[in-house]
């Protein structure tokens, strides 16, 4: 304070008073601020309602298949149904609205923190992984209570190379990233993850299947832009983490009621399916088949019931890359 | 740069600290500066708008103080006045005035008159308009001298702490501080911390958590039925207040930190037993405006009952005018009116509204007046009370939100209401006076409310800041 600030001694003592007890105050905040955090973090991690909950919860196991990828191969694969018919043990880690930065996040915690192991990956792609450059606020959300686990952080950083130190600076002050996100991570989902008295919204094996059909008045065209290379890198980055860990990687697209413009994904496919051990392009396979879909991107549970048997046979009849069937053979 | 954002925090700390740090003779430079900038940050030509208000009316005041002839000075003052309220007029009333004009011809006519006008409404024009109208008025009154210093007039006008929505502030107590600035001392500015944390919880987890609730009800006029409208409006009632009162305790919580003092803007409303005590409770700074700007220069109570009633229900169709370029605020303003009428003519035969009675009655004419001032138009009136009267159909959740956001909403009103009233007992006021444990504990709690229950990412501006 400039020194006309004062009248006397008696206010430059009052206002170093109020100074010390202003620090004070601060560095108690921070702490019952960062224990709350801290607190949050751990109640949160031992949850099992959202999919990454459930994911960290799965822990030394080894699966056959895993099935990774966003809404549409968590809504249109029947994963008990695909154990029962490749005989294979199948866990499907897919997350709904999640984008490949997601799904790195996800199976670096399933492999590297969990220590779960698996001989193959069914992981889904389509255009709209590829083509926006990912969502940083949707991702520091998602993994919030895990944020500051190896995997995550890593996984976050190479996703988002030049917004993850700002994430980082705002972790510096606690419940901050708590509060912007506290309609998502909220008290009592907090509550919910250590009493589990509301059930997550997929199943036992990470499935959740939609009986719903789809609307005739709703749109029925999905047009496909452009891939950016940019989201390649990540999924490149996915397989990678794969292949270290000794893990097979089929690629695969879910069907579309109509997926247009086809021209840029086509061309981009050699490319995608490059970065896998075998491919398979399902998008086409139901086109216009109304009563198989609840939107236009998402088969319902009567679709995801015959997809399912057709994915089964793509993953029985696959032969694995070091020229031994596909598991369960 | 909403009050509710990281922005406003970091602005006021610099303010705040440029403000501790230079002498005491230019500190009045970093505050118009700061306010300046404040205020073009929503658009520069903003700036523009609010200088040429400042410049009009200063030169005003200058010019009457010059001039003996009281009939010259009344045509100075009013020409100040004209233009003043004509910078407020076209860009708050004239889209307004055109469409109104336009639905007479087009029913009597069959044809539209003028082409609509669609002007962006300056952040808080309403508000400085009549700060600025409160100097010129004053000064021609004689009640206050002219400031001859122009960069302190400025100040007076965009003093960014009660810039956008109040408390519109006085010349006798604003821009006496202004002229010689008070020293800011620790306990104003501990004050000040206490009124910008309780103001936070108010706007960001009371009002915008109710504002999800009454906007899913009032949006969708129609789609929920009986207790769940009723319950809106109710939650209304608790989120305008929450909205403003939180507004106005960051407004006169940051200008304390910089050592100004402004005036009170509510207290305690719902505690009102008569409209007449409702107005002397909610918005203060703009009733008080109204009595002192319009209502007295009226006729006040002079005359007969029938002009004291005449300048009741002008003044208060006026005040309802002012909230918004729209029918639904001329009616709510009128409702208003109507019953403080009421009020005056049965006060006149010994009916008094007092006690439980009169609180009842006050809470209910409040709440049903603020279905006009929260519906989005006018044609939604009859549609939201048919609904709000089909209580057979009726369902206490709202499907559309959370149902820990339908819980929350009647339980944060509660605790809000509870905690108000529980901070003027002595079992609350005691302890926070003598005990720092007990203060930072409550602060802590404060905190937590905020970041584990408030609403962000929505774009949650303050009701009135439309206005």
């Not at chain 2, 057979?392 to 959370?402: N, T």
Request: charged share 15%; glycine share 6%.
């Amino acid at each position: 304070m400039s020194s006309s600030t004062f009248n006397s001694d008696h206010e430059i003592r009052t206002w170093r008073v109020f100074l010390r007890r202003a620090a004070l105050f601060v560095a108690m905040l921070w702490v019952v601020l960062w224990t709350v955090d801290t607190a949050f973090n751990w109640g949160f991690s031992q949850g099992i309602f959202y999919k990454q909950q459930w994911v960290n919860s799965i822990r030394d196991q080894s699966f056959d298949l895993v099935v990774l990828g966003s809404s549409r191969s968590l809504t249109t694969i029947d994963t008990a149904g695909l154990a029962e018919r490749t005989g294979l043990s199948v866990v499907n880690l897919s997350l709904d609205g999640s984008g490949p930065a997601d799904q790195l996040c996800l199976v670096k915690m399933f492999l590297e923190d969990n220590h779960n192991t698996a001989k193959r990956i069914l992981l889904q792609v389509d255009h709209w992984a590829l083509t926006g450059p990912g969502n940083v606020d949707s991702s520091y959300r998602f993994f919030l209570p895990f944020r500051n686990r190896k995997s995550v952080s890593q996984s976050l950083a190479v996703a988002y190379p030049e917004s993850g130190r700002s994430y980082r600076l705002r972790d510096a002050i606690p419940m901050v990233s708590y509060g912007r996100s506290n309609s998502y991570w909220s008290l009592d989902k907090l509550a919910n993850s250590l009493h589990a008295f509301q059930k997550p919204t997929f199943g036992e094996l990470g499935s959740h299947l939609i009986d719903r059909s789809y609307p005739t008045d709703a749109p029925t065209q999905c047009v496909v832009p452009q891939v950016l290379a940019a989201q390649f890198r990540i999924i490149n980055e996915i397989t990678e983490v794969c292949r270290t860990n000794g893990i097979e990687v089929l690629m695969f697209t879910a069907p579309w009621f109509d997926r247009q413009d086809r021209g840029g994904w086509q061309a981009q496919l050699p490319e995608l399916a490059a970065l896998a051990d075998h491919f398979h392009d399902f998008g086409d396979l139901y086109r216009g088949r109304r009563e198989l879909f609840y939107d236009l991107s998402h088969l319902n549970k009567a679709g995801a019931m015959i997809f399912t048997e057709e994915l089964a046979s793509a993953v029985v009849g696959t032969k694995s890359v070091n020229g031994t069937q596909a598991v369960g053979q | 740069m909403l009050f509710n954002s990281v922005e406003f925090v970091v602005f006021l700390a610099v303010v705040v600290a440029l403000y501790a740090i230079v002498p005491q003779t230019i500190r009045w430079i970093i505050l118009l500066i700061s306010s300046y900038y404040f205020y073009m940050s929503w658009k520069i030509e903003y700036g523009l708008l609010i200088l040429a208000s400042t410049a009009i009316n200063y030169v005003a005041a200058i010019v009457m103080t010059r001039v003996e002839q009281e009939r010259t000075r009344f045509v100075i003052c009013s020409a100040a006045v004209i233009l003043t309220l004509g910078i407020l007029f076209t860009f708050k009333y004239i889209g307004f005035a055109i469409d109104s004009i336009n639905g007479v011809t087009e029913s009597l006519l069959n044809a539209r008159w003028i082409d609509p006008i669609q002007l962006v409404l300056p952040v808080g024009i309403s508000f400085f308009t009549f700060q600025t109208l409160s100097y010129t008025i004053d000064v021609y009154r004689r009640t206050f001298t002219a400031v001859t210093h122009f960069g302190k007039f400025a100040l007076y006008i965009v003093f960014f702490p009660q810039l956008v929505a109040g408390p519109i502030e006085r010349p006798q107590n604003l821009m006496s501080q202004i002229l010689s600035p008070p020293t800011p001392t620790p306990a104003l500015f501990a004050s000040g911390l206490q009124l910008i944390l309780w103001g936070a919880i108010k706007k960001i987890v009371v009002a915008d958590h109710l504002a999800l609730y009454v906007n899913e009800v009032y949006n969708n006029p129609g789609a929920n039925q009986g207790i769940a409208v009723i319950l809106a409006t109710l939650f209304f009632a608790i989120q305008i207040y929450c909205d403003f009162s939180g507004y106005t305790d960051i407004a006169i919580g940051s200008a304390r930190l910089l050592g100004f003092r402004l005036m009170q803007n509510f207290d305690r409303p719902y505690l009102a037993t008569s409209i007449q005590d409702f107005w002397r409770r909610w918005h203060i700074s703009l009733s008080t405006w109204f009595r002192d700007y319009v209502y007295i220069p009226l006729g006040g109570n002079r005359g007969t009952v029938a002009i004291k009633n005449r300048n009741l229900l002008l003044t208060f169709v006026i005040s309802g005018l002012w909230h918004g370029a729209a029918w639904t605020f001329v009616v709510w303003g009128a409702i208003h009116g109507v019953f403080i009428v009421l009020e005056q003519l049965l006060n006149r035969t010994g009916i008094r509204f007092q006690g439980i009675a009169g609180w009842a009655y006050t809470f209910t004419v409040v709440n049903l007046a603020w279905v006009f001032f929260r519906c989005n138009q006018i044609q939604d009136i009859p549609t939201i009370f048919t609904s709000a009267m089909n209580l057979s159909a009726s369902a206490l959740f709202v499907p559309s939100i959370s149902k820990i956001d339908n819980l929350l909403c009647p339980l944060l009103a509660i605790g809000l209401l509870t905690a108000e009233r529980l901070s003027t007992t002595s079992c609350f006021r005691v302890p926070f006076q003598n005990s720092l444990a007990f203060r930072y504990a409550l602060y802590v709690t404060g905190i937590l409310l905020v970041t584990t229950l408030g609403v962000f990412g929505r774009p949650n501006e303050f009701i009135y800041f439309q206005f």
